[in-house]
């Protein structure tokens, strides 16, 4: 069965970054692509910018060009997400979700939290 | 910048019929914007339930249906039932960039 498993919670102080991994398992890695979509706290979900895990190719969206990368380790599966230049309104918690038929399956989410 | 807007909240009765709705800034929605639908309760993770307009998943329950109406992207529930009230996003692909609704809080009353 498909699954994506997240790394565990993390706390960051403001000017830092933050590195969110992402564990493909139940279906070939590098078959499609990763997209990174995070969600403030009582707030909508956003969209962060997807990597091809085959090519490595990535689409950021224009709010978060020049912080984030995308980057993948193809040999155990796992994507990742780098935000720099954290502040407090990158709390939030972050998702993987796989696009294969849309956006199918999910990873449980990472909570990050930027605090002084 | 490209946004995506949602009935901010509905209210449906049980066994009732509702249709929730994905507008574009850039014009009409057709299906090259390949409109995805979701579903998220609270503490949850987002579920996919609706890809490329019209096409379920294979978890997607039966009185969940997608379209394009009025130029918009649609997500019609029938036959609703208390377990459905929840927040529901749309997305959109607009190339190589996406841009989700706002979201539609369902309540289910």
């Known amino acids: 069965q498909v699954q994506l498993v997240q790394s565990g919670a993390e706390v960051k102080k403001p000017g830092a970054s933050v590195k969110v991994s992402c564990k493909a398992s139940?279906?070939?890695?590098?078959?499609?692509?990763i997209n990174w979509v995070r969600q403030a706290t009582g707030q909508g979900l956003e969209w962060m910018g997807w990597?091809?895990?085959?090519?490595?190719?990535?689409d950021y969206a224009q709010n978060f060009q020049g912080r984030v990368t995308m980057t993948r380790n193809t040999s155990i599966s796992t994507a990742y997400m780098e935000l720099s230049s954290l502040r407090s309104e990158d709390t939030a918690v972050y998702y993987c979700a796989r696009d294969s038929y849309g956006l199918d399956y999910w990873g449980q989410g990472t909570l990050v939290t930027v605090s002084s | 910048q490209t946004v995506v807007t949602q009935e901010p909240s509905l209210t449906v009765s049980p066994g009732g019929t509702v249709t929730l709705t994905c507008a574009s800034s850039?014009?009409?929605?057709?299906?090259?914007?390949?409109p995805n639908w979701f579903q998220q309760k609270p503490g949850q993770a987002p579920r996919a339930l609706i890809y490329?307009?019209?096409n379920k998943h294979s978890w997607t329950p039966a009185r969940f249906s997608g379209s394009l109406l009025g130029g918009k992207a649609a997500l019609t529930l029938s036959g609703v039932q208390p377990e459905d009230e929840a927040e529901y996003y749309c997305?959109?692909?607009?190339?190589?960039?996406?841009?989700f609704g706002g979201g539609t809080k369902l309540t289910v009353l």
């Open positions: 990597m091809n895990p085959n090519s490595g190719t990535t």
């Open positions: 490329s307009t019209r």
């Open positions: 997305l959109l692909y607009y190339g190589g960039a996406r841009v």
């Open positions: 850039t014009g009409a929605v057709t299906s090259g914007y390949y």
């Open positions: 139940g279906y070939t890695f590098t078959n499609y692509d």
